[in-house]
């Protein structure tokens, strides 16, 4: 891997990570359950890594 597909990998882990934070903080607010938040922000984390890797795929 050179350093761009590097970077480039980082910066999609921290968006998810991001996303994943929003996504759970957001529907801990709603009065969710701890569990039921986690869940919810790891799929989104899930979702916006597999939209990168199905870009990535489509791309090479």
């Given at each position: ?14 968006v ?15 009065g ?22 199905a ?6």
């Open positions: 891997m050179n350093p761009v597909q590097i970077l480039s990998l980082l910066l999609a882990l921290s998810a990570l991001h996303l994943a934070t929003a996504a759970a903080l957001t529907a801990r607010r709603t969710t359950g701890t569990a039921h938040a986690a869940l919810t922000g790891g799929g989104a984390a899930a979702t916006a890594l597999g939209l990168y890797f870009a990535l795929a489509a791309y090479h």
